[in-house]
């Protein structure tokens, strides 16, 4: 963690053309572990991860109340000047593989330059190196570097973004189903990889696949309709949840 910054989400309410899709979300996402959000499909997992990026503005007739705080700054009413910076302390790792059309090193490389980081050729092939090195992709693409990035198979593709969105040093990372189209193997990898990163990073991740959240997870959030049923450590929820409805969903009655 570059800073002592937490994130936390206060009083949060969401409704797109009125209709009610968050409400009144409440949560601290603790440093430095994994916390899974889960829930059943349409709960509103993947439009809360979106309000931690803010990339709520992308949609439309969006009615967002209280907000995402990282440390003192609410992303939900940052101004464009400081929503830049913001966004940079928060990578995202998408749900399929997003490599831009360019190179391997220039995908590394890309979001430094936006953001004016690493100026000195030296410094910038010393951090592609070091972040494809950080997902275990170094040894794999070195001598390609300047190859397309398409060529890679779609788990490498995905350890590719999470190099670029490590690139730019942010603090928290947002994942959003980030295995759910990777095979076995390439899901494994990916994993591991947030597990060993989480001692420098703040993971946020969604996923709908609760044995997944049972393998990494430190601390999880229950979302259903719209709102949080239950949230606490992962060992706690997992084996003695204190919600009926918590229990229901873990034990298969709805998903």
Request: hydrophobic fraction near 35%; proline fraction near 5%.
């Amino acid at each position: 963690m570059t800073t002592n910054d937490s994130m936390t989400v206060k009083d949060l309410s969401l409704s797109i053309e009125g209709q009610p899709i968050l409400k009144n979300i409440n949560l601290t996402f603790p440093k430095n572990q994994i916390t899974c959000i889960i829930g059943p499909s349409g709960c509103g997992k993947s439009t809360l991860l979106k309000c931690l990026n803010r990339l709520t503005d992308n949609m439309d007739d969006v009615t967002t109340q209280g907000g995402v705080y990282v440390g003192e700054h609410n992303m939900l009413t940052a101004r464009e000047a400081e929503l830049i910076e913001l966004r940079r302390r928060i990578g995202l790792i998408p749900q399929r593989p997003c490599p831009l059309p360019m190179s391997i090193y220039d995908n590394v490389a890309y979001g430094c330059r936006i953001h004016g980081l690493h100026p000195k050729k030296k410094d910038l092939n010393e951090t592609v190196e070091k972040y494809l090195t950080a997902v275990g992709l170094w040894d794999e693409v070195k001598d390609r570097l300047n190859k397309s990035a398409s060529r890679l198979s779609i788990g490498q593709q995905q350890r590719l973004c999470l190099a670029r969105s490590l690139a730019v040093e942010p603090d928290f990372i947002l994942a959003d189903e980030a295995t759910s189209a990777l095979d076995p193997i390439s899901s494994k990898t990916v994993e591991e990889l947030f597990v060993k990163l989480k001692k420098d990073y703040t993971i946020i991740m969604v996923t709908h696949t609760l044995p997944q959240a049972q393998r990494i997870a430190d601390h999880v959030a229950f979302i259903y309709l719209g709102e949080v049923i239950e949230t606490g450590s992962a060992q706690k929820l997992f084996s003695k949840p204190s919600n009926e409805l918590t229990q229901k969903y873990l034990t298969g009655t709805f998903s």
